[in-house]
């Protein structure tokens, strides 16, 4: 069993910036892809970012380039810098873990966290 928490989420301008943090307790975390999804009110859960056990890390089209997925295993931490953001990044953002080897479609992952909301005005 894993039990993941995220937090850093809130209320910012257009252009601003936030870090999300998602903890993770239980199973070794190293053997984990962990991915980052975001759901917005009448919307699928869409994938964000992925960082897989080798350490490559992948993006969705529409963040890269403003978002950057980073992992520190001493902490059994994975953060989600997001800057640049915009009204349409408002959302309920994820974090994930897989024993599996990850990917973009959200069935792939074995744990969830609670989410954190992310609101962006203009």
């Known amino acids: 069993q894993v039990l993941l928490v995220e937090s850093g989420g809130g209320s910012v301008q257009a252009g601003g910036s936030l870090r999300l943090s998602c903890a993770a307790s239980?199973?070794?975390?190293?053997?984990?892809?962990m991915g980052w999804f975001r759901q917005a009110p009448g919307k699928e859960r869409e994938f964000v970012a992925i960082?897989?056990?080798?350490?490559?890390?992948y993006y969705a089209d529409s963040v890269k380039g403003r978002f950057t997925m980073s992992r520190d295993n001493a902490k059994n931490t994975v953060y989600l810098q997001m800057n640049s953001l915009r009204p349409e990044d408002t959302a309920v953002y994820y974090c994930?873990?897989?024993?599996?080897?990850?990917?973009?479609?959200?069935?792939?992952?074995?744990?969830w966290g609670q989410g954190t909301q992310v609101t962006v005005s203009s």
């Open positions: 994930a873990a897989d024993l599996g080897p990850g990917g973009s479609s959200a069935s792939t992952y074995d744990y």
């Open positions: 960082k897989i056990r080798g350490g490559s890390t």
């Open positions: 239980g199973r070794t975390f190293v053997n984990y892809a």
